[in-house]
């Protein structure tokens, strides 16, 4: 193969696998977030949702 046509297709393929496991990371979070959220209004408590900064995965507490 070109090594001209090699790098691109590897950069893309990075990409791509980085961006794969984002979303994995991102669904699984929300998973999560979401039996916090049930299992924290079923007690009667209250929900609070944090977020750090603009890329990262938020995160679900509770308050009795």
Do not use: W
Not at 3 to 17: E, F, G, N, T
Request: net charge negative; with cysteine; aromatic share 2%.
């Amino acid at each position: 193969m070109n090594k001209k046509r090699l790098l691109p297709i590897a950069v893309s393929l990075v990409i791509i696998a980085l961006t794969m496991t984002r979303i994995h990371q991102i669904d699984e979070n929300h998973e999560k977030n979401l039996r916090v959220m049930e299992a924290c209004m079923d007690e009667g408590g209250t929900v609070t949702v944090d977020q750090a900064h603009l890329f990262s995965l938020t995160d679900a507490s509770c308050m009795n």
